[in-house]
């Protein structure tokens, strides 16, 4: 009898934080990548004792062990992209920064995590100090919501003149391109800042009147990873991801007595979504860098 063939699927790794509640980090990524037809891998930076009402405990793994998982993974399954969420300290950022510039893998999507919905602190100062030098420069795309991208700019937001600024001031600080997500903006309208070095796009979307809000930021930014993995060009695949986030939060869900989170569906329509402009995938690092003629790069849509 002839063995059947191997197939070896499109894998993108997810480096965050378990939530056992199920509505976001790790979990929320794994139904995201199972949704976008990927292959999920996972290191798990730290565990959460949380429900939908509130976060009870966080426990964090070694820099050490985390280090150990990146290398197990990175070295064996080739991700075609990597999405980065929760990190907890600086000596978890170090360790991640570390292993990226080892391995080099391609499409790094930053979920710049700093604290929960409830206020609970998920990344220290010295943590987020380590991530602007350390991290960012290894980064393809970093999605902070507007507080995030006002604390990686050093500038207050107040106006859309304010978020495109911020936009080229986190760029500078290396990443090939940001996505400053507006969910967390007033008014009926979304819009999202996307600059990528050479041009800002604006993705301006009506706004989904749910409370199935948490997790959100983590399907955003996975949803950007799966896409770039399976060859999406950067636009396009935020695109398709923001249009993912609007449809999920459409379809929000309410497990248990306090927040909803997206609801992900499994069947990847085809109505809609641009045709991927193939490219095989390239390390940050080995990758050519898009010219800069200004200062700055991309934005992050949020629902």
């Not at 100090?129 to 207050?156: F, Q």
Request: aromatic share 4%; with cysteine; hydrophobic share 40%.
């Amino acid at each position: 009898m002839r063995a059947r063939g191997r197939t070896r699927p499109v894998c993108v790794l997810t480096v965050a934080g378990s939530d056992s509640g199920g509505g976001a980090g790790i979990q929320a990524d794994l139904l995201t990548f199972a949704a976008h037809g990927v292959y999920g891998a996972t290191v798990v930076v730290a565990g959460t004792a949380q429900n939908t009402r509130r976060i009870v405990a966080v426990e964090t793994f070694s820099p050490r062990f985390v280090t150990q998982q990146l290398d197990a993974v990175l070295s064996d399954l080739a991700p075609a992209a990597v999405k980065i969420g929760m990190l907890g300290d600086a000596g978890h950022v170090r360790a991640v920064a570390a292993a990226l510039t080892r391995h080099r893998p391609p499409n790094v999507v930053l979920d710049p995590v700093f604290a929960a919905t409830s206020g609970t602190r998920l990344l220290s100062r010295d943590g987020i100090r380590a991530l602007r030098r350390r991290l960012l420069p290894l980064c393809d795309v970093v999605t902070p919501n507007l507080e995030e991208a006002a604390e990686l700019a050093g500038i207050a937001i107040r106006s859309e003149s304010d978020r495109a600024e911020a936009a080229r001031r986190i760029a500078d600080l290396g990443p090939r391109a940001v996505l400053i997500t507006g969910g967390h903006g007033p008014g009926d309208r979304v819009r999202d800042f996307l600059w990528d070095g050479r041009r800002l796009r604006v993705f301006d979307h009506r706004r989904i009147d749910t409370l199935a809000l948490h997790g959100t930021g983590c399907v955003l930014s996975a949803a950007l990873a799966a896409n770039l993995a399976l060859g999406f060009a950067l636009e396009d695949a935020a695109a398709s991801a923001i249009r993912y986030v609007s449809a999920a939060l459409r379809r929000g869900v309410f497990p248990g007595k306090g927040a909803g989170t997206p609801g992900h569906r499994f069947t990847r329509s085809r109505s809609g979504t641009p045709s991927p402009r193939r490219r095989p995938p390239r390390s940050r690092s080995g990758r050519r860098r898009a010219r800069r003629p200004g200062r700055g790069r991309g934005s992050s849509p949020s629902p």
